[in-house]
């Protein structure tokens, strides 16, 4: 079993309301109110983000590749905000 890598569970609980930022310019983007995940297997795989704009008006899709941090408890860092 050496060299063996576990997967990481990330919980609905630990993502909502985390803050969402865009790694090329540090600016605050807004925060995850939802998450999508393909549900075929036992434990969905999570496949995007939606978060609400910092003005509380817009929503807005994030795919999973996007992601580029995952900072537990305190942010979430994306690449490539500007495509969307």
Known sequence: MKNKIYPKFIYLSQLINLQI???SNG???GRIIDITAEVREMYPRISG???KSKKGKARTYIPWDCIKTIAEKNMITIDNY???
Do not use: A, E, V
Request: neutral net charge; aromatic residues 16%.
């Open 21 to 23: 930022f865009d790694h």
């Open 27 to 29: 600016r605050t983007i």
């Open 49 to 51: 983000l939606i978060l």
């Open 82 to 84: 500007s495509q969307w």
